[in-house]
C-alpha cells in the first residue's frame, strides 16, 4: 500500500529531522572515532611542477580533555601516482585539537590543529636507487565538524602536511629540482561522537 509507506516515509524523515535539532551539551560528547577520504597534493606552491599527489584514507580516534582541547592520533594509507611509478605512503599523527565554540550554532564546531609523527613512502618500482624513505612529518591544518544527527557528525578541513625527506624521494624518483616541502592536504569523513 502506497499510502501507509508514504506515511511512514514522511514520519521517519521528521523523527530524524526533529532529533537533529535537539540541543546537546558539550559535555556529552567527550571523545571520537573518524574515518576520512584525504587528498595530498605535492605541489602546495602551485608551481606548475608535476610531481603528482596522493589519495589515502585515514581513520583516528580524539579523546577531550576539555570540551575545546582533544588529543588526536591519527593513521593513513595512500596510494599515489609519480613521474615514473606509483607510490604507497603510510604516515602515523598526534597531536592537540583545539575546538572553538559558536553559541549561535551549536551543530558547527571549527578546529586548529597541530599534529607531528612520522611517514614512510615506498616506490617499488621505481627504476631509480631510493625506492623508498622514512622522515618526521608535521602537519598544521584546520576545518569543522557539522552535526547531522545525535552522535553522528561530518568532518571537513584542510591543512598542510611538511616533509622533507619525501620531498627528497619525489625529487629523485620524478628528477623535479627543488620539489615542494609542504604538501597541500584536504580531508573529508564521517565522525562518531561519544
Do not use: C
Not at 606552491?45 to 580524539?62: D, H, I, M, Q, R
Not at 564546531?109 to 621505481?126: H, L, Y
Not at 618526521?136 to 611538511?162: M, N
Request: glycine fraction near 12%.
Amino acid at each position: 500500500m502506497p499510502g501507509r509507506s508514504l506515511i511512514l516515509t514522511i514520519f521517519l524523515l521528521m523523527s530524524v529531522a526533529g532529533w537533529s535539532q535537539v540541543k546537546v551539551k558539550d559535555s556529552q560528547f567527550q571523545h571520537g572515532v573518524y574515518a576520512e577520504y584525504s587528498y595530498i597534493s605535492n605541489d602546495a606552491g602551485f608551481t606548475g611542477l608535476k610531481v603528482g599527489a596522493v589519495n589515502s584514507g585515514k581513520a583516528g580516534v580524539e579523546f577531550n580533555a576539555y570540551k575545546w582541547l582533544a588529543a588526536s592520533a591519527e593513521v593513513a594509507i595512500g596510494k599515489g601516482q609519480v613521474t615514473n611509478a606509483s607510490s604507497t605512503t603510510y604516515t602515523v599523527l598526534l597531536g592537540p585539537r583545539i575546538f572553538f565554540a559558536l553559541p549561535l550554532f551549536p551543530g558547527i564546531r571549527p578546529f586548529a590543529e597541530a599534529m607531528g609523527g612520522g611517514t614512510v613512502v615506498n616506490i617499488p618500482k621505481s627504476v631509480d636507487a631510493l625506492k623508498s624513505s622514512t622522515s618526521g612529518t608535521v602537519s598544521f591544518g584546520g576545518g569543522a565538524d557539522v552535526r547531522l544527527v545525535q552522535h553522528i557528525w561530518w568532518r571537513g578541513q584542510i591543512g598542510y602536511l611538511y616533509n622533507g625527506d619525501i620531498t627528497h624521494i619525489n625529487a629523485e624518483v620524478q628528477n623535479v629540482p627543488n620539489p615542494p616541502a609542504w604538501h597541500l592536504q584536504m580531508s573529508t569523513g564521517p565522525l562518531l561522537r561519544f
